[in-house]
């Protein structure tokens, strides 16, 4: 059976033998279609349409069947997404066979409910332009979640009409050379940005990242901390111990206003509080936070933090929100009415637990999600297969949400640089999450022959034959980048000496996370190996 040189693979596919239908553009159509304006489409008024859509009720969520005739199209689709994406699919068939396009019958509708991609502002701040010509490549291939990471320890990127200081001081750094790195979104920007997205399908959640990762907050409102002393806003990576303070009830009232605020910019059900590598050395030395355990009956500062974290559920709750964090946020216990993202542990897994209780969660596993690392590293088969494992525990298929790649921005200053860590790994991701059957040699060949378009419209990218690199190369290209991933843990990058010492001690773990996808355990075994000889003669 002819394949369909698409991205993502449709899930069924059935084409009449040896036929074929001429199209000319733009096609006329009769149906109802609001997003028309995007497409190669004229409406009919002259009684010579091509294509017909119609709306049936036995059509999966954002499912669409497809119909090529030799004379006709008919596109069946059970809701808005359902007819976008199967005028996507339309219209990348004609891109890649030509004027002559295969007759048969397509019905598709998603693996996965959430297809998402991560872009990091607060590190390097990207304009809108920018972001929304990913959101043109992330709707091509059908991903429907843009997760924007607005705030960090380097800078605050939203625009706050309550809270003028978390711009005047929050959006702001000094870097190491003495120059300014500043910038947010105004608050209509932000709407801007989320209409386009919703106009092809694309859900925005903004995540805020609560409590840790707070030192652009703090350093604007250095009252919230636990001692109240003035802090920065940070101009290197790392994980900062001057937090958010749970042990002061007007930590939890800036926090509810500030929530209030930003989520009447974005119409999503969802919101993401980050909960992630929150130190607790300031809580355990702080007599508010220790009070407030002894008030509430917790027995540690974990805790702690699983108890600020309900406060912002409930409060979510209360704005139609449903909150999404990191596993972290899961450390203390499952979280009940709230989604975990898992992406990594540094030990034992804790998610034992969360996922006996039913919790839900989104995956985003650091060994084949996070895009800012080389793809010797993260590899390109590992972004295409990952799924709902946490370490070796896996999660039943009715507890995962889908599957979301980040992208961290400490070293990713340009749009060419960002684009070539993405692409192809928005593409893989895609038939990940979208397409029940998937076969990774098929979808290369796909790829390329998607590079051009990319060319085309503007895009940098990796070329997938450079991006997909294994065996011996492979091999020697991932100790290379260990090696510089290591001396980055030494140079301008603050981590607390915990979790240095923790880093070293699970270099094996970390190792296994990411060559799993693409290796043998007789080649893990033989990197291992050459690991432990470089570490004897440091």
């Not at 019958?105 to 998402?116: L, V």
């Not at 209509?188 to 995540?207: N, S, T």
């Not at 800012?372 to 298929?397: C, H, R």
């Not at 260990?482 to 000496?497: C, D, I, Q, R, T």
């Amino acid at each position: 059976m002819p394949e369909l040189k698409i991205i993502p693979k449709v899930n069924e596919w059935h084409p009449s033998a040896v036929r074929t239908l001429t199209v000319k553009l733009p096609i006329l159509y009769l149906g109802y279609c609001p997003e028309a304006e995007q497409f190669p489409l004229e409406k009919d008024r002259k009684g010579e349409a091509l294509l017909f859509l119609m709306q049936g009720e036995e059509i999966p969520a954002e499912g669409y069947q497809l119909e090529i005739e030799t004379d006709r199209i008919v596109l069946h689709y059970g809701d808005d997404a359902g007819r976008f994406y199967g005028l996507t699919t339309l219209f990348e068939i004609i891109r890649t066979e030509g004027e002559e396009i295969p007759c048969g019958r397509i019905a598709d509708s998603p693996r996965y409910e959430y297809r998402g991609f991560m872009l990091d502002v607060s590190r390097h701040f990207f304009t809108v332009d920018e972001v929304k010509k990913i959101l043109d490549e992330m709707a091509a291939v059908k991903l429907n979640v843009f997760h924007w990471h607005l705030s960090d320890d380097q800078g605050y990127r939203i625009e706050s009409k309550r809270f003028p200081k978390l711009n005047e001081v929050g959006s702001r750094r000094i870097e190491p050379d003495g120059s300014e790195n500043a910038g947010y979104y105004t608050q209509e920007e932000i709407r801007d940005v989320v209409d386009y997205a919703a106009a092809r399908h694309i859900d925005v959640i903004p995540e805020i990242d609560l409590p840790g990762h707070t030192s652009a907050i703090v350093a604007a409102y250095p009252e919230l901390s636990c001692d109240g002393t003035p802090g920065s806003v940070k101009n290197c990576g790392g994980i900062y111990t001057h937090i958010l303070s749970p042990g002061k009830d007007e930590v939890l009232t800036f926090l509810y206003e500030l929530l209030d605020e930003v989520t009447e910019l974005f119409p999503s059900p969802y919101f993401h509080i980050g909960g992630d590598e929150a130190p607790k050395s300031e809580w355990k030395a702080d007599p508010l936070c220790q009070a407030r355990m002894k008030a509430e009956g917790l027995e540690d500062e974990e805790a702690l933090q699983g108890w600020m974290t309900d406060k912002l559920i409930a409060h979510l709750k209360t704005l139609g929100k449903t909150t999404i964090g990191w596993n972290e946020m899961l450390y203390a216990g499952p979280r009940e009415g709230a989604i975990g993202q898992y992406w990594q542990e540094m030990g034992p897994t804790k998610m034992e637990a969360p996922i006996k209780a039913g919790q839900p969660f989104i995956f985003s596993n650091s060994g084949a999600a996070y895009c800012d690392y080389p793809y010797a590293m993260v590899t390109l088969i590992g972004t295409y297969s990952f799924g709902g494992k946490a370490k070796d525990l896996t999660v039943p298929e009715e507890q995962i949400l889908g599957l979301e790649i980040p992208v961290w921005t400490e070293h990713i200053e340009k749009t060419d640089h960002l684009e070539r860590q993405i692409f192809p790994r928005i593409q893989a991701v895609a038939e990940n999450a979208w397409s029940r059957e998937k076969n990774f040699e098929s979808w290369k060949a796909r790829m390329g022959l998607r590079e051009s378009y990319l060319k085309e419209k503007g895009y940098a990218f990796t070329p997938v034959a450079e991006a997909d690199i294994r065996g011996d190369k492979g091999i020697e290209a991932f100790l290379h980048a260990m090696g510089e991933f290591a001396k980055s843990m030494k140079g301008p990058v603050n981590l607390p000496e915990e979790m240095l010492q923790a880093i070293n001690m699970i270099r094996e773990s970390m190792t296994r996370e990411w060559m799993q996808y693409a290796y043998s355990e007789e080649q893990i075994q033989t990197v291992l190996k050459l690991q432990e000889e470089a570490m004897k003669q440091m």
